[in-house]
């Protein structure tokens, strides 16, 4: 065995054991890759239910690095710890609420909710529905979606939620910001509880901008790669590239 193989394997086998206490790396989903921490239990989702969607949502080979709509690779690698396998589009659209919105869209396309899916443009309030679309093909999906991205915003799709208490904080909800002139928007995809203290902890994923592959986030606050989020007293939820705070949670 030659020198750089011996270093390659020391490093994988000193590493390994901190990867493997939080990730799973043959694991294609989210709810395979990332392993849930001792005492604790992942939360039971109804089958064909949006929470159900977002925990079996596919994620790109492990080790894999996020991309930019242009297809050049994201410079700041400390964000995020997987990469979720949807298409980010080839012009600078889908970013932080337009993964919200693609996310959603694909579940209620996918269930044949057409009527469903609509959200409203920034300009005027109104949303646009899926139903009134002549094309009901996936290709005519992708085309509503593409539209949507060029005229709603975080503005916009903060006023398509809901607010929700923190301590309900479910699979599916999303903290949103919309500053002027940027706001961001993470949603959260995963969840699980303490068997006995019954402490909630949480998976979040963003795009960002420029436009790119939606991303599952480290957690700044821990160590070892932990993506886990804890809920906890504190009002501020920090996460790699973006603050919000608990007001900002709101669901569909």
């Not at 991309?67 to 979720?84: E, H, P, R, S």
């Not at 600078?92 to 609420?97: F, H, T, V, Y």
């Not at 509880?193 to 957690?219: D, F, G, R, V």
């Amino acid at each position: 065995m030659n020198f750089i193989k011996y270093l390659i394997l020391l490093f994988w086998c000193t590493s390994y054991p901190l990867m493997s206490q939080f990730l799973n790396p043959k694991g294609n989903t989210i709810k395979s890759r990332f392993i849930v921490p001792e005492g604790f239990q992942r939360v039971a989702t109804k089958e064909n239910s949006f929470e159900e969607y977002l925990q079996n949502l596919p994620l790109k080979p492990h080790g894999s690095e996020v991309l930019y709509f242009d297809g050049t690779v994201k410079k700041n690698k400390n964000v995020y710890v997987a990469v979720i396998d949807v298409s980010v589009g080839k012009a600078d659209l889908q970013q932080c609420a337009d993964a919200v919105m693609r996310l959603r869209g694909e579940y209620l396309y996918h269930q044949k909710r057409y009527e469903e899916i609509g959200f409203s443009y920034v300009k005027d309030g109104k949303k646009r529905m899926f139903s009134l679309h002549p094309d009901k093909s996936y290709k005519g999906f992708m085309k509503f979606m593409t539209t949507t991205f060029m005229y709603a915003n975080t503005r916009s799709l903060k006023n398509d939620l809901s607010p929700k208490d923190i301590l309900s904080l479910n699979i599916g909800d999303v903290f949103i910001q919309s500053g002027n002139p940027y706001g961001h928007a993470v949603i959260v995809v995963d969840k699980i509880q303490h068997t006995k203290t019954k402490e909630i902890q949480y998976l979040l994923a963003q795009s960002y901008m420029p436009a790119q592959e939606i991303q599952i986030l480290l957690n700044p606050k821990k160590t070892n790669s932990n993506p886990w989020y804890s809920l906890s007293n504190s009002k501020e939820i920090a996460t790699p590239e973006w603050t919000f705070y608990t007001e900002d949670l709101r669901s569909f």
